[in-house]
């Protein structure tokens, strides 16, 4: 069965940073592409970036409003993908969620709730 | 950057078949793929590439794709169905959602 448990989520400060983890199991974490997705309260998905597999070159692609402040990794030792975020904004107030895949997402978390505020 | 619309809102009476749409430059193009999400939960996938459907989605749900619209279609539309639907595709190498659109079933 596959699962996905994202944590990391908390209270921040505008400006501050924050590492958002994603522990996995149920399938070959270090052969999958990985994606992270956000939705903020009471609005639509938004795709964060992905990350493909090692084997695949390891790259990293970023959607507009994060790019060069957020930065995805993957440590295949143990199962999990992580979000580096930098340079916090309030408009990164969100619900957080990570997938296995790069075009479409079979799999989703829970989420872990990231909120930006003073 | 690629844009995909949809429409906020669509209604539906039980049991007739609700049609959600989902229009982009070209989108015949792309693969697109559909998301179902109700409140307080993670999306579901219900349909990818187009016309498939993932392993426990009920065959009520089909999709197409032609033109610049994509379709998802729920033929005989139960209440559990009301929810919030998002369409997605590809854009070289970066993934694009549209804004979704809540289904109302009354």
């Known amino acids: 069965e596959v699962q996905l448990v994202e944590s990391g989520g908390g209270l921040v400060k505008p400006g501050g940073s924050l590492r958002l983890s994603c522990a996995a199991s149920g399938f070959k974490f270090s052969n999958a592409w990985m994606t992270w997705v956000r939705q903020a309260p009471g609005k639509g998905l938004e795709w964060v970036g992905r990350?493909?597999?090692?084997?695949?070159?390891?790259?990293?692609d970023y959607g507009a409003p994060v790019k060069g402040r957020f930065t995805i990794s993957r440590d295949d030792s143990k199962n999990t993908l992580y979000l580096q975020m930098n340079s916090l904004k309030t408009d990164d107030t969100a619900v957080y969620y990570c997938?296995?895949?790069?075009?479409?997402?079979?799999?989703w978390g829970q989420g872990t709730l990231v909120t930006v505020t003073s | 950057s690629y844009e995909l619309t949809q429409p906020p809102s669509v209604s539906v009476s039980p049991g007739q078949t609700a049609s959600i749409t989902c229009s982009g430059d070209k989108l015949g193009d792309r693969y697109v793929c559909w998301y179902q999400q109700r409140p307080g939960q993670s999306p579901v996938l219900v349909v990818y590439e187009d016309i498939k459907r993932p392993s426990g989605i009920p065959e009520r749900f089909s999709g197409s794709n032609s033109g610049n619209t994509a379709t998802l279609t729920i033929s005989g539309t139960q209440a559990m169905d009301e929810a919030d639907y998002y369409c997605?595709?590809?854009?070289?190498?970066?993934?694009?959602f549209g804004g979704g659109t809540k289904l109302t079933v009354l």
């Open positions: 997938a296995p895949g790069g075009s479409y997402f079979g799999y």
């Open positions: 990350i493909t597999s090692i084997t695949d070159g390891g790259t990293k």
């Open positions: 997605q595709a590809w854009d070289n190498s970066t993934v694009v």
